[in-house]
């Protein structure tokens, strides 16, 4: 199993007094661009320890918000392919759908590719629904917009024969011809996030990489989703590493100290609430079916995280302990961290990536330095030896 | 071929279009608001007194979605103007409320060979401010709840309890909001082009307003009946961005007397 570490570069010191929105409407006026730039080099020094310690690397882009200050995530993985070694770099996810220029992207990718020496996992998002204002892009017809722009990359990335010509409803390309090509051939490998059997589906018939995020013990029928299409698709097994599980991650060297560390991380989900509402379902972001429930509830989505004996949690506002029990968060000594992780691997079927929040919100430096040398010392290890479950027993 | 009372179904073009008829006499196209047709029932009738109203539903509001490459009142005025020919339609008077009234813009710009009047409503379809001046209210800025506070004058039309109304309604609602943003999300509710077309209009046209209209303000109604050649500009009180809801009597009789007028 790879671990990847991954912070969402927060602008923790605006978590005070925000008022109630900490994204999209919040003034820029409370962030100290001297801070942010310490915050970022930090968070830099971070990742280039967790390098160094054998973790791969995760990032993501947020707009207008304190919660995550990569804007842009090119920019971050730009610094990453040049001071990193060794880490797989992670995007997930590049928002596609906010983004009206497909060959940029490939433009960018590739040459982030070709700079980190093929270390680059192009994972791809539509985008949050609150940063369609942001963006402006059309909230409306995001999913075959979505699905096209990759399309555009891929067929960018593996074409090397000279210039084509692309002309959609979306997209207009002349004499196409990105340089530099990736070093990964055919190209760097796609993943995606997915909370819906249709889209694990639609990922699994093309063999990219899904994650899930919150979907705790109930994550497997996800998983299953992908391994039938998969298996229509190229009549075998999909390896473990075509699955990923986005975890919060704290560990400690006594079950005090990673409770403590816990309740740090767990200020991440803690702040999903300051989304002001007006922006939280933008139209035609989900289904006209899936509107007329959410009207019918009152507003609210119902939550879908699940722990191991199907008691339903709710991530914003769950203690530590529920988190855990939801596979949410793994937190505690290095040996309950292993079994944690191990028995919600063996749950899922086979898990050949943990992509770990093993920093957020408040979390010091000292803290996050410490939390990624104890998993590192006691904990990786042990995971990159972990025996996958049997797939074809798993798979029944 | 004609069109029998009550709802019907219409193939324009391979699309097929929703259309409620009521009423005879002179022909009025009633082109519906970014709510669909949700409370424009009594408007509809006392339109219908006096001539026969035709409704057509914009598609992605009704049942089907909208055809693929269907996303503009560009798409929507060809539609229409393609319904009035197969219809064998003349001496149309297109009425039009909030986007509907933005539609009915857009079709009188390309011709208005089978129209005699035209009544804009509340209309969307221009851009009069500065580059950082939003002219049409941002309602993607707030709750829809608050969206009707700023929506309605009378302030009884924002009490609605969506849990109790029938799925039919909500289904309506779900398409309506997202169709709109189909139609309408950026450039937001207008086409650049527009307005310095607004002059290729030469029939008899009123510019009815809310006056107390706070999603498009009467000085936005204003400026846009002034790109339009002799245009009527005339407020109706107390009522808010949907007078057809608002103030139903007031609206229609004005629409009608202006429709029947030489």
Redesign the interface.
Known sequence: MRVFHFTEQPYSPAWVDHGGALRITIPNSKCDPKLAGDLLHRYYDEWQLADELGFDIMVNEHHSTATCMASTVVVTLSVLARITKKARLLVLGYPLAHRPDPLRAAEELATIDVISRGRLNMGFVKGVPSEFTPSNANPVGIEERYWEALDFIVKAMTTHDGPFNWESENFHYRQVNIWPRPMQTPHPPVWSTTGSKHNAQRLGERGYTMATLGTGYATKPLYDAYRESYRASFHREPPPDRFGYLGLVAVGSTEAEARRRGELVADYLRTLPFTPAPFRNPPGYISVDDNVRLMKAGGRPPSRTQTKDGRIINMMTGSVQDLIDAAMMFCGTPDQVYNQITQFAESCGGLGNLLSMTHAGFMSHEDTVENLSLFAKEVLPRLKEYKQPNQAVAAE | MTLTDGNSAVEVNGIELEINTRGSGRPILFLHPEIGFDRAGPMLDLLAKKAKVISPTNPGFGKAKAP??F?STDDLAYLYLDLLEKLDLRDVAVVGTGLGGWVAAQMAIKSTARMSRLVLIDAFGVKNGDRVTRDVFDM????EA?LAKVVYFDQKFTERD??KLP?EE??A???A??????YG??PYMHDPKLKGRLHRIHIPTLFLWGAEDKIVAPDYGRAYAAAVPNAKFELIDRAGHFPHVEQPDETARRALTFIEGN
Do not use: C, Q
């Open positions: 693929p490459n996303n993607y800025y707030v709750t608050d969506l849990s799925d909500l289904y609602m779900a398409r909001r997202e169709s709109t943003s189909l999300w950026k």
